[in-house]
Structures are given as C-alpha cells and as structure tokens.
C-alpha cells in the first residue's frame, strides 16, 4: 500500500499559500521524514495527510496495485499523532476509556509503552505530558493503521522518554510493515530515524 500526496495546496487567506504543490509518497514499511522551518505549514500538512483538513487543490490518496482505494468510513487506516496530547484525548474520559476507545492495545504493548496500571485510573489531566503522549502513541499502534503522522510528536519530551517512544514506534513500525511519516523541524532527528527525507522549504525533490 501507498500514501501520495498529489499536488497539495493549502492557504488560509486568499493569495496567501503555506503549501503549494507539495508532492510525495510513502510506501508501506518506510520511514519518510518531513522537515522546514516553522511557518512553512508542517502541522497543517499532517492534518491534510490524516483527513482532518482538505486541501485547496490537489488530494491525499491510498493506493495498493496502483489503484485509489476508497478510505470509507470507520477506522481511518491513516493515523495522526499531535504534539501536544492534552488536545488529543477526551479530558472527561479516564485513561482506561482513552486507550480501549478504539480496543484495548496487548498487554506487551502497553507494557513496552512503560505505562503503568494505576494510570489507567488516572484523568489526562493528571498525568505529564509525556505520559499522556504514550498513551496517544500506542492508540495509534492499531493492526488497523498502515500509515502514520507523526507531527513533532517527541518535540515537548524529555531525551530519555524520546528515545523510548522512537524505539517502540518504529520496532511496531518495521513487524507491522506501517508507513511512518515523521514532521520535525530538527534535522538532525529526521536524518537519525528516515530513511528518505522531504524539505518542504527547498522544494519537492
């Protein structure tokens, strides 16, 4: 399976572009990096890969055999993770209820996750973000999911915990054959994990 982004154009004001004919594909099993500076629309560019936003021109398309496939309704097989996992979850909703909304992760996963039982009691806005963002991460790992964003998704974390989600997404990444799609403003980080990287600011390769 693919994911192509075809000719993608976004602006919020009329003449004003953030994105402007972007073009690239991910394959099942890759690891693509998306790297630019702030302003150049990283974040909305997630959005639009995962559905949540349409694009002025151009599309987000999922093709196996080399033909479009439909995404249809239910569980979207493109997964989004935000920066900022408090405006992910249902603050209303106890970390138990969070995790099992689309079912429950195996026992290993969570486990792998480092998180512990008694935060499965806990409400999002007890926990620290980088606990929180954990919990964000392995919702994600579903065997429903083949592609997904990760929009700076270690950028508000300590080094210790960055490492640890990097580790488990791309070990699931790579048993699973899902394709991951890192955004980040740090090079450096992008050039460690990808195995192809995009620079939005110097044009499409």
């Known amino acids: 399976m693919r994911l ?5 154009t976004f602006g919020y004001k009329r003449g004003s572009t953030v994105l402007e004919d972007v073009n690239f594909t991910v394959d099942e099993g890759e690891v693509l990096g998306l790297t630019a500076p702030s302003g150049y629309g990283k974040s909305t560019l997630a959005k639009i890969l995962a559905g949540f936003v349409k694009p002025l021109q151009g599309e987000v398309c999922l093709e196996a055999d080399g033909k479009k496939l439909e995404r ?15 405006k992910a979850v249902n603050p209303k909703w106890k970390m ?6 689309v079912g429950m992760p195996p026992g290993e996963l969570i486990e792998a996750a480092g998180i512990k039982k008694e ?5 999002p806005a ?19 999911t083949r592609f997904l ?12 915990t960055q490492a640890q989600i990097w580790k488990l997404v791309l070990s699931y990444a790579e048993e699973h054959q899902m394709g991951v799609v890192v955004i980040s403003h740090d090079k450096e980080l992008v050039k460690r994990l990808c195995t192809r990287v995009v620079d939005l600011a110097a044009g499409m390769p």
Request: proline letters at 5%; aromatic letters at 8%.
């Open 119 to 123: 935060w499965m009691s806990r409400w």
């Open 4 to 8: 192509r982004a075809n000719q993608i």
């Open 72 to 86: 249809g309704k239910g569980y979207n097989p493109v997964q989004l993770i935000f920066q900022h996992p408090e």
């Open 126 to 144: 007890e926990l620290s973000g980088g606990e929180l963002q954990r919990f964000c991460v392995i919702r994600a790992l579903n065997p429903k």
């Open 96 to 101: 138990s209820r969070v995790l099992s909304e």
């Open 149 to 160: 964003i990760a929009d700076e998704m270690t950028t508000m974390l300590d080094a210790i």
